[in-house]
């Protein structure tokens, strides 16, 4: 008797498991890229009778992977289950989400921010393509000077030229590590450029002052000089920091309460 029931519950933690083994070799397929961006995955039914599992089973594994953003499900006579590619904007919010339900101060996610820039910068200076990466950092000043008097456009613009920065360094981890520092950035500097009344100028001022920074930075890194270029934009981003964390937002949800 003792022996069936261990059966039995051998059985009910293999039933447990199918819907993780179907969502595990699904997710395998995407990442490798055997199912490309948008490729038809075939209808529920296909599914079933492909992996040799209950419906119930085939749609938590579903389930599973649409959470994660690498498939989403359409209903209807044309529908199906559709693959994606992982997205770095699903990742940014998602850690958005986290560092909200933990209350994070502001200043931790800005610190991190601050730790990655200065060392992004100098690893652009020291590349062979610094003198295309300044021509590139300049134009993204320039958007951001186009749109200096609209606060959301701006911070999106903003945060536009920190993420490149990352991006143009070349290392893939902390590219991903910025992108998710991104949407919450770019929160931050929206609330900071919206003046208060009576302040217009002043705001209006401080981007100014950054975007001659920005250019600096540009500059050093068109020269090569790689740890001048570490040690202005260290200095920035404690002075850029000053200005943001003196605003009212002092937490990740405080700002995300903020209109984007």
Known sequence: MAESRRVRSGDRASLRE????????????????????????????DLVDRFGVSRPSL????????????????????GGVIAHQPDERLTARTAALVLQARN??????????????????????????????AAELRRLSAEQLEVIDEPEAFGRANSRFHSRLVELAGNQTLTIIAEMLNEI?????????????????????????GLRSQARLAAL?????????????????????????AHSAKTVIDLMQHDF
Do not use: C, F
């Open 104 to 133: 994070v101060p502001l200043a931790d996610v800005y610190a991190a921010r601050s730790m990655i820039e200065p060392v992004a910068a100098r690893l652009v200076a020291t590349s062979r393509s610094h003198g295309a990466a």
């Open 185 to 209: 950035v770019a929160r931050a500097v929206a609330a900071v450029s919206r003046p208060d009344d009576n302040e217009d100028g002043d705001a209006t001022a401080t981007k100014l002052r």
């Open 18 to 45: 199918k819907p993780q083994q179907v969502a595990d070799e699904l997710r395998r397929l995407i990442l490798i890229g055997e199912l490309a961006d948008g490729e038809s995955l075939g209808r529920e039914p």
């Open 59 to 78: 749609r938590e594994a579903l389930r599973i992977l649409e959470a994660e953003g690498l498939i989403s499900v359409r209903r209807g006579v044309l």
């Open 221 to 245: 890194i068109e020269e090569g000089k790689a740890s001048a270029a570490e040690e202005h934009w260290a200095e920035h981003m404690k002075i850029v920091g000053r200005v943001m964390l």
